[in-house]
Structures are given as structure tokens and as C-alpha cells.
């Protein structure tokens, strides 16, 4: 049993939507989130650059006491949870796209993907889609310019809505049944997102299923918190917390921190 806390990181303010299935599933784990935003997007940077960060982040979350990291970046994931695991010994959680439910389930035998150029250019990605969906019609889309616009606040923009609109049309043309979100920054835009699909279109993203798998390794560890701690969660940003504290809505704390 432990009562340190689990660590989250992503590029930005996107890994709250990991975080809060989390916080939902495991109430009693104290939580610490890291919002790189000052290095925001991840998604065009290099394998290298993308791992120099994520180690950066790991090291200040494991000085912080954290027991367990979730990368809850699926860029980040991507590329570089593999040199994560292999260089350090806390255990590691991190973030795919759901190819795979979707994959199983379609009917119109056709699925979308909005992701980063980095998820979707990595080794990882491609490794996944060619085990779980070889036989499916993979619409890949990069969502440029989408996690700026998150980051800036700026998700009922009219420029987030042509972006989307301009992204969706490939998508739709070819009657996608489900579309499959990438990128932890995503779920923020699927009330826009439902607007602008068509109705028999099925959203998918990875946040409870990453909450799940972290409920299990903490369990397999023996890494859980007691049921009666009070989960804390604290965030930090290297961006514009103000934000961050949009996004969270609740009554949480949020602190600047240069890192
Ligand atoms: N939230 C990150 C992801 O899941 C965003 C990547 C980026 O910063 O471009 O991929």
C-alpha cells in the first residue's frame, strides 16, 4: 500500500481528460499532473526531441515521490514510453489510440484516426494498426493546429470549427462509423465534434480504459492508497495556468512551475 502519489504528464492541458478518469476510478489516489505546455505541441517535434521531454517530466515527477507515471500523452506514449521502461523502475502507463475496439466493431468496415504527426508516423502506431485492423479502411488524419487552439483556450473558436470541418470531410466521404481520438487533447472537442459527424458516428477515446489498466498495475504492485486517504491533486503548468483551471472548471489547485 501507498499513499505517494501517481504522476501524469502530457504536452499540456489535453492529459486532464486521462486524469479525470482517474480521479474518478481511484478517488482515493493522491494525483500530481504536469502540463508541459511551454513545449505544447509535441505532435510535430522528433522521436528524440519528444523523448529528451518525457524524461524530463518523468524525472520531475519521480522527485516529486511519485510512485507510478502515467504518460497521458499518446504522442508521447508513442515514441518514447519504451525508453522509459526501459531506463527506469517505477511502473508506466501509458496512451494508444483505440484502434483496436474500433477495428472490431465497425460495420461499415471503415474507421477514422485524428492523432498528431507523431503517434501517427511512430513505429508503435503502425504496429498496432497492422495487428488490430489489416483488413479495415483506415482513414488517417494529422489534427494540425488543433492542440494550439486547445492550449490557447480556443476550442469554440471559429477556426477550430474549420479545422475540423476541413479534417471530417475525407472521413465522412467514405462513411466512417467510428472515429478513433488520438491524442489526450481530443475529448475537449467532442461536443463540437458530435455536431459536425453524423449521427450513426461512434466516438472513441482511450481515458477509461487507461484508468482501468492503471487500477490494475497499482494492484499487481501493491501500490495502492489506503480507502481512507482523501485523493489530493495537484497541477502544475508551465504555460498559462489560468488555462488549465478553464479546463479543470472544479475547484482545484493549479501552481506555475518553470520546467
Ligand atoms: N495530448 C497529446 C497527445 O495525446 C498532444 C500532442 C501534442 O502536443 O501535439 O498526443
Known amino acids: ?18 486524469w479525470r478518469e482517474i480521479h474518478k476510478l481511484l478517488p482515493h489516489e493522491n494525483t500530481i499532473y504536469l502540463a508541459d505546455s511551454k513545449n505544447a505541441p509535441y505532435g510535430p517535434k522528433g522521436k528524440e526531441k519528444i523523448t ?3 524524461i524530463k517530466n518523468t524525472d520531475l515527477l519521480l522527485q516529486k515521490g ?10 508521447a506514449t508513442t515514441n518514447s514510453i519504451r525508453y522509459l521502461r526501459e531506463n527506469y523502475d517505477v ?9 483496436k475496439p474500433a477495428a472490431l466493431q465497425t460495420k461499415s468496415n471503415t474507421i477514422g484516426i485524428l492523432a498528431t504527426k507523431g503517434t501517427l508516423s511512430s513505429e508503435l502506431f503502425h504496429k498496432t494498426t497492422d495487428l488490430y485492423a489489416s483488413g479495415v479502411n483506415v482513414i488517417e488524419q494529422v489534427g494540425e493546429g488543433l492542440v494550439p487552439l486547445i492550449e490557447n ?8 470549427e474549420k479545422l475540423l470541418k476541413q479534417y471530417l470531410a475525407p472521413m465522412i466521404a467514405e462513411n466512417i462509423d467510428y472515429l478513433v481520438l488520438g491524442c489526450s487533447h481530443y475529448p475537449y472537442l467532442i461536443p463540437k465534434l458530435q455536431t459536425l459527424l453524423p449521427k450513426h458516428v461512434t466516438i ?22 489506503s480507502n481512507t486517504n482523501v485523493g489530493d491533486c495537484i497541477f502544475y503548468s508551465n504555460g498559462k ?19
Not at 1 to 18: A, H, K, L, Y
Not at 204 to 223: E, N, P, R
Open 1 to 18: 500500500m501507498s499513499n505517494s502519489s501517481i504522476g501524469i504528464f502530457d504536452s499540456g492541458v489535453g492529459g486532464t481528460s486521462i
Open 52 to 54: 529528451e521531454l518525457s
Open 66 to 75: 511519485c510512485k507510478l507515471i502515467v504518460v497521458a500523452c499518446n504522442t
Open 91 to 99: 511502473p508506466f502507463i501509458g496512451i494508444e489510440p483505440a484502434i
Open 153 to 160: 483556450g480556443a476550442i469554440d473558436s471559429p477556426e477550430m
Open 204 to 225: 472513441i477515446d482511450s481515458g477509461i480504459a487507461v484508468a482501468k489498466q492503471t487500477q490494475a498495475i497499482l494492484a499487481q504492485h501493491k501500490l495502492c492508497a
Open 241 to 259: 495556468p489560468e488555462i488549465l483551471r478553464d479546463i479543470l472548471k472544479d475547484d482545484f489547485t493549479v501552481e506555475a512551475l518553470n520546467f
